[in-house]
């Protein structure tokens, strides 16, 4: 994997280790007061370079959740702002982890359909579509309804989070988000490169999402492999 991203609105990769890092930090994997392996180390580990690795440290640093020690090394620090642009995603390799990313297969500005819960205010929003992984493994499909209400997303203008691209681009944030786990079929429209077939009954979650209003402004459904990730709720 290269330094640079795989198109303009991906977050920037050192961003991209910084937001991993944050994850593993919430989630417990990397313990307060651990220290990191030594930088040349984990960059060939991240395959990426020693400056960007030190990039993302840095973003780590200013949070105050790592002190980089001179002579000494890099060591985790908790109890600091472990809020992540991720915190969110909910979906982890069966060994923990990993860092979200998505291809977007398809943006279309739709009046909303029947089977869609009600949501918002308005009667029509964009729809996006898109293949999910972490890290290199494909895990999931997902469909995104943002009611049209609290903003228009062009085609080909989203980065991985769309939670960032809200609040960079639209003015908002999602504060909170309701997720109702259970099993369903794979839609008709899943790519092929997907690991299961259109049909197949596999992990589903539907997610409402708000931002400071009494009404959702985002309806998801999402469709992963449990072979491949596991739901994880996490209570502090």
Do not use: C
Not at 58 to 84: C, F, P, T
């Amino acid at each position: 994997m290269s330094d640079q991203p795989k198109n303009s609105n991906a977050l920037p990769k050192y961003v991209q280790i910084s937001e991993l890092l944050i994850r593993d930090i919430a989630a417990g994997r990397l313990m307060d007061g651990e220290r990191l392996p030594p930088e040349r180390e984990m960059a060939d580990g991240l395959n990426t370079s020693v400056g960007t690795l030190r990039k993302a440290l840095s973003i780590l640093e200013k949070k105050g959740m790592l002190d980089r020690l001179q002579g000494s090394g890099n060591y985790i620090r908790h109890g600091a702002d472990e809020a992540s642009i991720y915190s969110m995603f909910r979906l982890e390799l069966p060994e923990g982890g990993g860092l979200p990313r998505a291809d977007t297969l398809d943006v279309q500005p739709l009046e909303k359909p029947a089977d869609l819960p009600q949501f918002g205010t308005a009667d029509h929003g964009t729809r996006i579509r898109r293949l999910r992984y972490l890290n290199e493994t494909i895990i999931a499909i997902e469909e995104i309804w943002l009611d049209a209400d609290a903003g228009t997303l062009p085609p080909n203008a989203l980065s991985d989070s769309l939670y960032h691209f809200y609040q960079k681009h639209l003015g908002f944030w999602i504060t909170s988000a309701e997720d109702r786990v259970s099993v369903a079929a794979v839609p008709d429209w899943t790519p092929d490169t997907f690991t299961k077939p259109a049909g197949a009954l596999t992990g589903y979650i539907e997610r409402f999402s708000w931002a400071d209003g009494p009404k959702a402004v985002e309806f998801s459904r999402t469709w992963f492999d449990p072979s491949r990730a596991i739901y994880v709720q996490r209570l502090k």
